[in-house]
């Protein structure tokens, strides 16, 4: 790329919905922020993903800083005439057996201690939102204020209000290193060997995001994990209503998920997976294929559910790469090479915290003081890129 | 209900002239053979079996050609499994394990365990869209030749009204020959390139053998009565509801359609047009094959070993069109070649190759192969748009995607084939991509991205729509061991 400056106030490594939030509230900010993504914008992690947004069975912890990230959506889709298909669904969570019934019982009580609308649901009313759903479910948690977005248009939208902001964006650059001088961080150079000089640059570079830290001796504790998608021919729009979800009693994703909602297009997306699939060698070069267990897993549990949907035809599959951490939370703030800013470990929900996460990202650069105090140093708290031992050999 | 399980050496995919001459070649040096079609007959389109008796269809050469390849397949033993459609196929899991071919086919589900495949899935026509590409009654100038032969005793295509005929190549010929041997007329015949009369009868003169057939069908042009229209393209069809005018222009010199010169044919009922095929890399790319780019092979294709026609996957050979576009002679000899080369990976008790044989196989394939090149050099299919189109025209017809929405989203940064999918969704839709990706291409083209540059939408999980029923039974088939 001949059209790269040699210089930019700070370095965003990575184009998913991660980076661009971040070099959107950079922008935003005054900065003029340089974003270099190595292939095509919101293309991996971000496209695949089915962009819940709410604070709907993530826990007591970011119970708060979920709730801010959800107001900060809904602004940015009414700033952007919703043109990234917002939409306040709700979120339902589907209870097959004793164990998750009790899981379910304490979530909701949690939740409503906190200030949430959830509810407990009996098969009843949980037919009441979601007629299809005949499934041999005992109850249902429900959360009316979860939304989706379309996860395109979403980076498409920020890309926009990114640049119109004053940042650059830029495709198809790979960063190879982030170069430093006496512990300071100094810029980066592209795969083509350009040098940007820079005196912050951020890592939001999603599951592959540990390979740049690693040239720092800085061991971040996130793995690739690969997760996958099936999707439906469209279906008559109110085939369903909610994003349908397991109601996970212990072990959260590790121990198995199921996702399954219905997009403004018509089509329906579903998954179930039951167990982690390990990352092939070179899936960062080529994505692979879902596994045939994966296919049978999510049908089975769709047509348990809703067993009207049998004849569903399938169009489509997607295979992506999620950012994994050994507790199921990002790694964001800064490291110890001063200058250096890591954001990454989506853990698969990465769109419900994007806007908290840019938000202090940007806070942390520019020295401003956006949010409010106590949000910030849970953020410090609860994503700190070294809460685990092992995590600076430096 | 559970997945049907069946076991070979040699899976073909695909029942045309290479598939069918791949079958048998397998099979002739006694591989157990299974060979698939998506149509309920084999044949393919070239060989296409009429679907009902004494049609003039029923003795032309292809016809006949196709039946003896279909009837030597059977006498050795091949396997024809017709109405299947190939959802989905699994690369072998270790060195020694099969490929897997899931199937779908009269609403049961069906897995082929087989040693090698060979891909001969042939090629689609690449449409290009003009103003009025979507109105009822313009068709592909395939399915148009396709509509005719399968339409039983009537023999005749089901729209009322004068029929035009355009694009451009010498499969147009084949068209109009098809028309002539059922009897039927066409109005107006639109070749986009220029009479050329010398250049053309120079490039023939090098491939003496095929002057017959050239003559043959240039007097079956005739028959069909078609008033001729050389360098002059279609710019627009025009109607209510339907196509009902066809406005036609002429060609200047700077390639591009003269409007000032334009004239219009009314009472139109059919417009069959095309601008040339493209190879079918569903299966191939979704198998991991190494596939390149060259316009006068179709755009993007398999690549093969000349020698072979194995693919960069081992096990997997590909044969005819897919492999590049060179018709039905190339097609019928790499299949040879491909089928031999799959069975003897697999059959212990063939006496192996003989070099000789091969070498003799392959010479002749790059004699068609070379005549073939020679049509695509008369003949270049359009990398852009061969009408300027208007930015409310619909390029992705699947998703009613528009010019201006692609020309919107590449404004905004998209730069390859997946960031124009992924924020106009023009190829999420039925066809995944299959008949807008050339147009895309064709408009990322105007943007200054080559098309070598623009990508394509690799297949993946499923090849094509399945039920969410027949999709778990296939995938949860169990396997006893042999």
């Not at chain 1, 021919?233 to 199921?258: F, M, N, W």
């Not at chain 2, 066409?186 to 009369?197: K, N």
């Amino acid at each position: 790329m001949t059209d790269l400056p040699t210089s930019s106030d700070v370095v965003v490594v990575g184009g998913g919905v991660i980076g661009m939030f971040i070099a959107f509230s950079l922008a935003e900010a005054g900065m003029k922020p340089l974003l270099l993504e190595a292939r095509a914008f919101g293309g991996a992690v971000t496209g695949g993903s089915l962009a819940a947004i709410g604070t709907h069975m993530h826990g007591r912890e970011e119970f708060d800083i979920l709730a801010y990230a959800r107001g900060r959506w809904r602004a940015f889709s009414d700033a952007s005439q919703d043109r990234i298909e917002y939409n306040a669904c709700g979120k339902m969570g589907f209870i097959l057996n004793d164990a998750e019934l009790a899981a379910g019982k304490s979530l909701v009580a949690q939740e409503k201690s906190q200030g949430a609308r959830s509810e407990l649901l009996t098969p009843e009313q949980a037919r009441l939102h979601e007629p299809l759903l005949k499934g041999p479910i005992l109850a249902a948690t429900f959360d009316p204020d979860t939304a989706t977005v379309n996860p395109f248009l979403a980076v498409r939208a920020l890309m926009k209000a990114a640049r119109k902001a004053g940042a650059q964006l830029r495709e198809n650059t790979p960063v190879a290193r982030v170069l430093s001088d006496a512990g300071l961080v100094t810029g980066v150079q592209t795969a083509s060997g350009h040098c940007i000089s820079a005196p912050h640059v951020v890592l939001a570079c999603g599951p592959w995001t540990a390979k740049l830290a690693a040239n720092f001796d800085i061991n971040l504790s996130i793995v690739p994990r690969q997760a996958q998608c099936l999707a439906s021919i469209r279906q008559p729009l109110g085939t369903l209503h909610k994003v349908i979800s397991s109601c996970e009693a212990e072990g959260g994703v590790d121990s198995g998920y199921t996702q399954i909602q219905q997009c403004p297009s018509g089509q329906i997306l579903f998954n179930t997976v039951t167990a982690p699939i390990p990352t092939p060698e070179g899936a960062e070069d080529r994505v692979g294929e879902v596994p045939p267990g994966f296919v049978a897993d999510s049908v089975e549990t769709l047509l348990k559910l809703f067993p009207a949907l049998k004849s569903l035809p399938i169009l489509r599959s997607w295979v992506r790469f999620e950012g994994v951490t050994p507790d199921a939370r990002f790694l964001a703030g800064p490291l110890p090479t001063a200058g250096l800013f890591v954001c990454a470990g989506d853990n698969g929900s990465g769109f419900c915290r994007a806007p908290l996460l840019a938000q202090f990202i940007a806070d942390g650069i520019t020295g401003a003081g956006t949010l409010p105090d106590a949000m910030r140093r849970d953020t410090e708290r609860l994503y700190n890129p070294f809460r685990f031992s092992e995590g600076h050999t430096a | 209900m559970t997945a049907e399980h069946l076991c070979c050496d040699v899976a073909v995919v695909g029942a045309g002239p290479a598939g069918l001459a791949a079958s048998l070649a397998a099979a002739e040096a006694n591989a157990v053979v299974i060979c698939i079609d998506q149509f309920p007959r084999a044949g393919g389109q070239y060989h296409m079996q009429p679907n009902a008796s004494g049609t003039p269809f029923a003795n032309t050469p292809q016809v006949q050609q196709g039946q003896q390849a279909i009837q030597a397949c059977e006498a050795a033993n091949v396997r024809f499994l017709t109405g299947a459609e190939l959802f989905w196929a699994e690369p072998p899991k270790t060195p020694d394990a099969p490929f897997r071919l899931h199937l779908a086919r009269d609403d049961q589900a069906i897995v082929i365990e087989a040693k090698t495949v060979v891909a001969a899935t042939g090629a689609m026509e690449r449409p290009m869209p003009f103003p009025g590409w979507t109105l009822p009654g313009v068709i592909g100038a395939g399915a148009g030749q396709r509509l005719l032969k399968t339409s039983g005793a009537t023999c005749a295509l089901p729209f009322e009204g004068k029929t035009v005929l355009a694009g451009s190549g010498p499969f147009l010929l084949a068209v109009a020959s098809t028309f002539a041997k059922a009897g039927q007329g066409i109005d107006h015949f639109v070749e986009r390139q220029p009479a050329a009369l010398w250049t053309k009868a120079k490039a023939m003169l090098r491939h003496p053998s095929r002057l017959p057939d050239a003559i043959a069908l240039l007097r079956d042009l005739s028959r069909t009565g078609a008033r001729r229209h050389m360098g002059a393209i279609v710019t627009r069809a025009m109607g209510n509801g339907k196509v009902e005018a066809v406005e036609i222009s002429p060609v200047g010199a700077n390639g591009q359609p003269d409007l000032q010169q334009s004239f219009v044919v009314d009472g139109v009922g059919a417009l069959c047009i095309g601008y040339g095929f493209q190879p079918v890399i569903d299966l191939t790319t979704a198998l991991g094959a190494a596939h390149s780019y060259d316009l006068s092979l179709g755009g993007w294709y398999c690549g093969v070993d000349a020698m072979s026609g194995a693919t960069s996957v081992s096990g997997l050979y590909a044969a005819g069109e897919v492999t590049g576009l060179g018709g039905a002679n190339p097609a019928r000899i790499s299949g040879q070649l491909a089928g031999l080369h799959a069975a003897a990976t697999c059959v212990k008790e063939t006496s192996g190759l003989n070099d000789t044989a091969i070498q003799a196989i392959v010479t002749q394939l790059n004699k068609h192969r070379a005549f073939a090149a020679t049509l695509a050099q008369l003949y270049p299919m359009p990398e852009s748009f061969p009408v300027p189109l208007a930015e409310d025209d619909v390029v992705c017809r699947c998703e009613d995607v528009t010019l201006a929405d692609i020309n919107a989203a590449i404004a905004e940064g998209a730069r390859e084939n997946l960031a124009v999918k992924m924020w106009t969704r023009a190829g999420m839709g039925l066809c995944q991509g299959r008949n807008c990706g050339a147009s895309i291409a064709a408009t990322l083209r105007e943007a200054g991205v080559e098309p070598e540059h623009t990508g394509y939408n690799r297949s993946h999980f499923p090849l094509r729509p399945v039920s969410a029923r027949i999709a778990k039974e296939a995938l949860t088939c169990e396997f006893s061991p042999d």
